[in-house]
């Protein structure tokens, strides 16, 4: 029985151990091969049997673009001007209003700063505005500063605190109603009025557009209400609006500057003036206050005066002359190329008839030269021989 048993092969666990022991062998053994190739994966049955190699590489990055962004200065593009000690005889531009007006009278500094006769002084209140009247009183306290800095002129930025309710008496006025309304431009009226006693020119900046869109619409209403109030006290509006605004009358907060480069004009909250807008608004109120202030040129260095030269070098007055042409008469007769005056009579015009008006009105053509194709032999007569015939045969009939 022993004799006639046959060896026994291993067995199939066996088996597979060992083939897996070998591969794992082989992957310890290439391991290094395949951490320098470029990441090529394959599992076990196609590591043992072959197969495709599936190439892990990464992603390619995109492209970057290329095209150049537009480059937005936040700082004005003029160089900074050295500012230079006042005359003790210049005088005061006074600035008052909110915090918008402390950045109109920053700007104002920056534009008059080589000028040694004209000196900015800010009297604004961040906060204030024409509806609280119980955080600062502008109409009632505006003539003590008028008095206090000895103002030449009175620059006014205010309202952009404004949207809010209006107390008139024991009432409280929702914003931009006919009761809020009504209070509102007496306050502003009031306080132009001020000014006006004060025998000193006012210069009212209007206020520009605004991020918020309800809020852009409010600032159009309140602009309305300072014109009305600068104008009827003989003062000036100042009107930035389309500085702050594109072509269609949206809010930008980049734009141009007084030297047409594009910077950046407004912060981040859509409300506050950078450096640069703040710039652009003074360089709207630098005209306006030349002429309140009745002081030639229109920037911020005065021109000076032309003195007049003596007479050794300028020499008495003579006067020029002068080849002058004398003027043309309306009775000239050269106007219409004769030489009959105005309201002779006329001479009777000379009757002529042309062919064409032969043809048409009789219906004659013309004669025909003699060989040309509309040369029939017998050629037609004209109206003054047709008339002789007429009369013949009438002669003849009696």
Do not use: C, H
Not at 84 to 93: G, L
Not at 134 to 145: K, N, S, T
């Amino acid at each position: 029985m022993a004799a006639n048993s046959k060896p026994r092969g291993p067995e199939p666990a066996r088996l597979l151990r060992l083939i897996l022991l070998f591969a794992a062998a082989l992957t310890i053994i290439a391991a290094p091969a395949l951490a320098q190739e470029q990441r090529k994966s394959r599992n076990l049955f196609e590591f043992l049997f072959g197969g495709p190699v599936r190439s892990e590489q990464p992603a390619t990055p995109p492209a970057k673009s290329t095209t150049r962004k537009k480059t937005v200065r936040t700082e004005p593009a003029e160089a900074p001007v050295a500012a230079v000690e006042k005359a003790a005889t210049a005088r005061t531009v006074l600035v008052v209003g909110d915090f918008m007006a402390s950045g109109l009278a920053e700007g104002l500094a920056t534009a008059f700063a080589a000028n040694p006769d004209i000196k900015v002084v800010e009297k604004a209140r961040g906060s204030s505005g024409f509806v609280r009247d119980d955080v600062f009183d502008w109409p009632g306290e505006i003539r003590a500063l008028i008095d206090a800095e000895k103002a030449a002129a009175v620059v006014v930025m205010l309202g952009a605190n404004d949207r809010q309710q209006l107390r008139a008496g024991d009432v409280r006025e929702q914003l931009l109603t006919e009761g809020w309304t009504k209070e509102y431009r007496a306050r502003t009226a009031a306080f132009a009025a001020a000014v006006a006693e004060s025998k000193v020119p006012l210069v009212w900046v209007g206020l520009p557009a605004f991020k918020q869109k309800k809020m852009l619409s409010d600032m159009i209403a309140f602009n309305d209400l300072y014109r009305q109030a600068a104008e009827q006290s003989g003062g000036i509006f100042v009107d930035i609006w389309d500085g702050f605004v594109d072509e269609n009358g949206a809010f930008v907060s980049t734009g141009p500057d007084i030297n047409g480069q594009p910077v950046r004009l407004r912060s981040d909250d859509g409300i506050n003036l950078s450096r640069a807008g703040k710039r652009k608004v003074a360089f709207y109120v630098e005209k306006p206050l030349f002429k309140a202030l009745g002081i030639p040129g229109a920037s911020g260095t005065v021109l000076p005066a032309v003195a007049a030269l003596p007479d050794a070098v300028q020499g008495p007055a003579q006067p020029a002359d002068l080849d002058r042409t004398p003027p043309i008469a309306l009775s000239d007769p050269n106007l219409d190329g004769g030489l009959e005056l105005l309201g002779a009579s006329p001479k009777p015009p000379i009757e002529t008839r042309t062919a064409a008006g032969l043809l048409a009105a009789e219906g004659l053509a013309p004669e025909p030269s003699p060989g040309r194709a509309d040369d029939f032999g017998e050629r037609p007569r004209r109206a003054d021989a047709v008339a002789d015939t007429r009369v013949t045969t009438s002669a003849v009939a009696d």
